[in-house]
Nanobody, 129 residues
């Protein structure tokens, strides 16, 4: 059974950096490269929101305005892993971060919410001094 496993979260001071990983596990024949992958986050008491996405072919990636210039999404299809590099972290970046995989070549957060094939369990990020 395929699972997405996030890692890399933790406690970091404002201005610090973290790199989150989203790895597909469970079946050696699974190819995460055939899926678009999105990152979502959920702050305490708030709804889950899309943060970043990268499509199958790696020719399209995007981050939302709040993290533009600070977050960067990338993927290594040989490792079945997608990364979210987060720089210049702010307290408002605090939350649980989730990755999701969609068997489509598009980046649309609503599509992910409704039709994602896989979701990870999340990794917690806390930005605090």
């Amino acid at each position: 059974q395929v699972q997405l496993v996030e890692s890399g979260g933790g406690l970091v001071q404002p201005g610090g950096s973290l790199t989150l990983s989203c790895a597909a596990t469970g079946w050696t024949g699974f190819r995460l490269g055939r899926y678009a992958v999105a990152w979502f986050r959920q702050a305490p008491g708030k709804e889950r929101e899309g943060v970043s996405c990268i499509n199958q072919n790696e020719d399209k990636s995007m981050v939302v305005d709040d993290v533009q210039g600070r977050f960067l999404v990338s993927r290594d299809n040989d490792k079945n892993t997608v990364y979210l590099r987060m720089n210049s972290l702010k307290p408002e970046d605090t939350g649980d971060y989730y990755c999701a995989a969609l068997f489509e070549d598009l980046c649309d957060f609503d599509e992910f919410r409704d039709y994602a094939d896989y979701w990870g369990q999340g990794t917690q990020v806390t930005v605090s001094s």
